[in-house]
């Protein structure tokens, strides 16, 4: 597609359910970023993926939060036992090989959830 | 230790003058590239600029700038004559090189609000 592509766009669940989060990625963009972006805060990094190497999860909040990666594309964020604190934006984004520094990414609309 | 700090929370300016939005950072690896994203409220991340460590000149984007000094590890956002669209959140972020997270580490950011 033209842009990253993020569904759903508002995801509304009960405390306590599980639920997932679609990113598709600009094609043949070998990198992809998770974000959470809590009301009126900065952008948290949740995770990180480069091809075919090791993600990086070192932002993953808790063992509740999950990703992954498939054939280099889409990628699913899980996040299970849902709490209220994970309401938030949870953000895509996507870039060039990012072996080197300088490619910019580009970022989805968002993925709004709120937990009731 | 915060990676990016910006230490303005909230900043005005009038129609048609310069804002200089403030972003200083910390990294220990030669290789960096530094970035400025803008947020408006529709909640959409959008790439302004963007400077590699080893640039030799200041990055400039039409109406944007950034001021780089190396030495003092800062990475200001200049905008000249403000635009009432320009009223947004404005987010400075770092990608690292070398053996740093490539993923990009953002600020808490700047809401900038442009008086007429």
């Known amino acids: 597609g033209a842009g990253v592509s993020q569904s759903p766009s508002n995801k509304v669940t009960e405390k306590g359910k599980d639920v997932e989060l679609r990113c598709d990625p600009i094609?043949?963009?070998?990198?992809l970023y998770w974000y959470r972006q809590s009301l009126g805060q900065g952008l948290e990094f949740l995770i990180y993926?480069?091809?075919?190497?090791?993600?990086?999860k070192s932002g993953l909040p808790s063992d509740r939060f999950s990703a992954e990666r498939t054939g280099g594309s889409v990628s699913t964020l899980t996040i299970q036992r849902t709490q209220q604190e994970d309401s938030a934006v949870y953000l895509c984004?996507?870039?060039?090989?990012?072996?080197?520094?300088?490619?910019?990414?580009?970022f989805g609309q968002g993925t709004r959830l709120t937990v009731v | 230790a915060q990676k990016i700090t910006q230490t303005q929370p909230g900043m005005f300016v009038q129609e048609k003058e310069a804002v200089t939005l403030d972003c200083t950072y910390d990294?220990?690896?030669?290789?960096?590239?530094l970035f400025w994203y803008k947020q408006p409220s529709s909640g959409e991340m959008i790439f302004l600029i963007y400077?590699?460590?080893?640039?030799?000149q200041n990055a400039t984007e039409g109406r944007y700038s950034l001021n780089f000094q190396k030495a003092r590890k800062s990475a200001n956002l200049v905008i000249s004559a403000s635009q009432l669209g320009d009223s947004a959140m404005y987010f400075c972020?770092?990608?690292?090189?070398?053996?740093?997270?490539?993923?990009?580490?953002f600020g808490s950011g700047t809401r900038l609000q442009v008086q007429p």
């Open positions: 972020a770092m990608r690292e090189g070398g053996a740093g997270r490539r993923a990009l580490t």
């Open positions: 094609s043949g963009h070998t990198a």
């Open positions: 400077q590699g460590s080893y640039d030799q």
């Open positions: 990294t220990s690896d030669p290789s960096y590239g």
């Open positions: 984004a996507s870039s060039l090989e990012a072996t080197l520094v300088g490619p910019r990414a580009f």
């Open positions: 993926f480069q091809g075919n190497s090791a993600p990086d």
